[in-house]
């Protein structure tokens, strides 16, 4: 996710701004916040609410199944298998939110919730030395610490409501920008909008193979991939999910978010570039979302790596580091879907023209799509999507080799708050299918150009364009609708609405004037 961000602010119920997340509860938690800053470091506070959030969900989310197996005679509601077997997190007695909640106010509260968390890495294996756990250090006030066990007491997470939502990748972006001045660098470069890892997703369709996401984060995608097999019919077993990331707290969370829907993955901590985790892996599917124009990458390190098959990235942007990373991944029938700042699209300079024009040449960009701006809850940046894969001339659909589908979907999207979008379930399938049809998979329906929003470019056009991949320069104007109605007959309308209109009001300015005079006349 980009680096670059411009400030995250929440709008609550009572109408201040919000980051659009729409959680509705960002800032109960950051009021809690400066009752602890006198004694916990603002860049630690998010540390503190993150580990109590996730005992909160896991507890919401076992609670409804415990309830239910509570009622059913032939069930026992403390036998793990029942909550395993329905993909819910079990949780042992001693980290339930019920325990936690009845002993707040104790001094012994920080231990006790330490104690939890080691309960669930007993009980749990893929947790094991993930869970950070340090609640009793005398420098946490066990007060405050009770008052922030009170208001989490008060949220919904793991509900039915809230369990596909992505609430610890969401709320940690939130803070991440909150903090953004406290730890003197600008965060949530980890967190994918829904609707973005949606249409990614709606794109690549990984029903069956190998997922990699050597960027990982909070394992947006690996969620939304999952839930994409489970919509479709598919079999969760037939997917196998390996994701790399770089920064550990980050790396944490997303241990956490994955073991909290029973997601089977290998998820690594470390720099893909520099130590690469997966250098035997070719994956069948790549979806990512790396850090936009990230300048500190280590490419003084990397000038003669084997990944650069179509030239030595720039040593002060790692964008095309990243994609050729992804390709270097790929299996020979692989397919990678991941954005990217817009400007990865034109630009020339330090040798980025010349590695995007040897891809093209290759014959491994598939689609490019412009996206609208907005989408993102902490950067401004412009982004677009790349689509690349080994095997163009895939017999089992259309042979699209020497071509490269343009999509500009800028127009798109809703507003959810006064600075940000998000695409719409319509606008994901709009475009989902233009590229479906364009590849050949849907049957009994051709492709065709239209005017302002899709293009199928071939290779000598692309050259005209010096291997620039802008979809602008490709799709055209939108075709006007046609105005049927003769300017004459036009201005004769219209001057006649005009004099109605100019009447109506002077007629209800009579009006006005003759009931406030009345006024007068009352006095």
């Not at 056009?461 to 799709?475: Q, S």
Request: hydrophobic share 35%.
């Amino acid at each position: 996710m980009p680096k670059e961000q411009e400030g995250i602010v929440a709008r609550g119920n009572d109408g201040k701004e919000n980051n659009g997340a729409n959680l509705g509860f960002e800032e109960k938690l950051w009021k809690a916040a400066d009752k602890m800053r006198s004694n916990v470091d603002a860049a630690e506070y998010k540390h503190v609410v993150l580990g109590l959030i996730f005992l909160k969900y896991i507890s919401d989310a076992f609670n409804e199944v415990h309830d239910e197996l509570k009622k059913d005679k032939t069930s026992d509601p403390e036998d793990a298998d029942e909550y395993t077997s329905r993909r819910v997190f079990w949780v042992p007695k001693e980290a339930r939110w019920d325990n936690l909640a009845k002993n707040a106010k104790k001094p012994e509260i920080g231990k006790l919730i330490d104690e939890a968390l080691d309960g669930i890495e007993r009980d749990n294996r893929s947790l094991r030395g993930v869970l950070l756990k340090n609640y009793a250090r005398p420098g946490l006030n066990k007060q405050r610490l009770g008052e922030l066990i009170d208001l989490i007491g008060t949220i919904g997470l793991g509900d039915k409501e809230n369990r596909s939502k992505d609430i610890l990748g969401r709320v940690y972006e939130y803070f991440l920008g909150q903090f953004a001045d406290a730890e003197g660098k600008k965060g949530g470069q980890f967190y994918t909008p829904r609707s973005i890892v949606k249409l990614l997703v709606e794109m690549l369709e990984p029903y069956k193979g190998r997922i990699f996401d050597p960027c990982c984060g909070s394992g947006g995608m690996f969620v939304q991939s999952e839930r994409f097999v489970e919509a479709h019919g598919g079999r969760i077993g037939d997917v196998s999910i390996f994701g790399q990331e770089s920064n550990q707290t980050t790396w944490r969370l997303c241990k956490m978010n994955i073991a909290i829907r029973g997601i089977d993955a290998r998820i690594e901590w470390g720099d893909s570039f520099r130590d690469d985790q997966f250098k035997d892996l070719k994956a069948d599917f790549i979806l990512a979302n790396p850090p936009f124009n990230d300048s500190d990458w280590g490419g003084d390190l990397l000038q003669d790596d084997t990944r650069w098959k179509f030239g030595t990235p720039p040593r002060g942007n790692a964008n095309f580091a990243w994609v050729q990373h992804f390709i270097h991944h790929l299996s020979p029938t692989g397919i990678a879907g991941f954005v990217l700042a817009n400007g990865s699209m034109s630009s020339s300079t330090s040798n980025e023209g010349e590695i995007r024009k040897n891809m093209i040449e290759s014959d491994m960009v598939d689609c490019m799509v412009a996206l609208p701006s907005q989408l993102f809850y902490n950067t401004m940046i412009p982004a677009c999507l790349w689509f690349v894969s080994r095997d163009r001339k895939d017999h089992r659909f259309r042979n699209r080799s020497g071509e490269v589908l343009f999509i500009d979907a800028r127009k798109l999207g809703k507003l959810i708050d006064r600075r940000h979008k998000e695409l719409t379930d319509l606008n994901v399938r709009r475009i989902s299918d233009v590229y479906h049809s364009w590849r050949g998979e849907i049957r009994g329906e051709k492709y065709q150009d239209v005017p302002g929003f899709c293009k199928s470019a071939s290779m000598e056009e692309i050259r005209k364009h010096d291997w620039i991949l802008t979809p602008g320069r490709y799709i055209g104007l939108e075709e006007e609708v046609e105005d049927k109605e003769a300017i004459e007959e036009k201005i004769k309308r219209l001057t006649s609405e005009l004099e109605e209109q100019l009447s109506d009001s002077g007629r209800l300015g009579e009006e006005i004037l003759t009931k406030l005079k009345g006024l007068e006349y009352d006095k």
